[in-house]
Each structure stands twice: as C-alpha cells, then as structure tokens.
C-alpha cells in the first residue's frame, strides 16, 4: 500500500515514512502544502496523512480542494492541538480520521491500517482467498492453515493484490501501489516479484490462486 504523508516537521516526517516502511508501506514525503496537494491529486495513494499547518496550503485547504477535485483517497489529519482539533471537527472538512499531536506511532499506524481496511470494504483484519489466509494487523500469511515466510515487497504485493480480489491489476498499477514515488522504474520488477510470490503461494498446490491475464496484468481468484 502507498502512503503519502505531508508534514513539515521533518523528524516527525522521517519517524512516520521510517515506521510505515517498516510495515511493508511506500511512503512518499511531502514537505509542503503545495507539493502536498501536487502529489495528492496525481499519483494514486492508498492513503494521505495530512498536517493541518503547513506551509503555502495549509491541511483544511488540501482537503477541501482534494475533495472539489473527486480524489477519494482515505485522509487521516494531524492536528497539533485540540483547540485545532475542536475547528477540524467544526469545519468537517472531508478527512476520514483525525489524530492529535503528540502520538504514538502505533496508534497511527492502527488508525492507518483501519482507513485501509474502511477503503477495500473490509471490515476483520483477516482477509481469505480461498484457502489463503492474510492477517492484515500482524502481516501473518497462511495457505491451507501453513504459515508461510514472506519478504515486506512479497507481502506488500500478496496484500494488494487480495484486498482487490477478482479484480485485474496492471502491472503499472501494482507499481503504483507497492512503490514509492523515488522507485527507479523497471517493467520487469512486477513479473519477476510475482513470479517469486507464486512459487511461495501455489507451488505444490493444484488450486492456483494468482492469475496471469496475458497482455494485461495479474488477478487473485479464489
Ligand atoms: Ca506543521
């Protein structure tokens, strides 16, 4: 899933990309209100963490004009403090979830991973394909109740591909989603991940689960 966070704090910005990667996330940093919105309204994100003061635009603006322009993407705010936060909530600006400075990043990544969920229409952290089992909280994945061992870009592809179950996916839209804007584009990166996702998720199974649409892209099918 890509993530983009906008935050002009760089060591909070930093903390944030530094953890959200750790979980498997592409994260790109916007240091401005401006370059905030740019990305926002350009690059398909899977969520936006948004600072309200910002330089050039502030948050409440972006939202507003993210939203005047159709851009659904799940938004969580940062809000510095509460007298800021009473005005978010007054203002209903369009934001999915608001956070109040100081916070731990594990109550932003749960807020984080809820959006997610909220977004692909999920409502357990558990989501199944058959006999594939993937725990969206703890990154787990089992196949026929076996845990199987993947890389954070494996899982991050696995993810991508199951929350949008039945559904073909491009290989430039699973680029967009599992990378981050600074990727050094490679077309052959996506056939080469899935062909090692396959060998780890369908070897040795007469059910397969990933599917090749020749010429398009890649789909799960249960
Ligand atoms: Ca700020």
């Not at 005005?87 to 956070?99: F, M, T, W």
């Amino acid at each position: 899933m890509r993530v983009l966070v906008v935050e002009d704090e760089v060591p909070l910005a930093e903390l944030i990309k530094e953890g959200l990667e750790d979980e498997g996330y592409s994260v790109d940093v916007a240091y401005d209100g401006e370059e905030g919105f740019d990305l926002a309204a350009n690059e398909p994100y899977d969520v936006i963490i948004l600072d309200i003061m910002l330089p050039k635009k502030d948050g409440f603006e972006i939202v507003k004009d993210l939203r005047n322009d159709g851009v659904k993407t799940p938004i969580l705010m940062l809000t510095a403090k509460s007298a800021t936060e009473d005005k978010v909530l007054g203002l209903n600006s369009g934001a999915d979830d608001y956070l109040t400075k100081p916070f731990s990043f594990d109550e932003l990544l749960a807020r984080v991973r809820a959006l997610l969920r909220r977004s692909f229409g999920e409502v357990k952290s558990i989501v199944r394909v058959a006999d594939l089992e993937l725990n969206l909280n703890t990154h787990e994945v089992k196949r026929s109740s076996k845990p199987i061992e993947l890389t954070s870009k494996e899982y991050a592809l696995l993810e991508y591909l199951t929350l949008n179950k039945d559904r073909l996916l491009s290989r430039m839209d699973i680029i967009e989603h599992i990378y981050d804007y600074n990727y050094d584009f490679d077309s052959n990166v996506v056939d080469v991940l899935v062909a090692r996702l396959r060998r780890k998720i369908d070897k040795g199974f007469d059910k397969k689960l990933i599917h090749t649409v020749r010429g398009a892209g890649y789909m799960v099918k249960g």
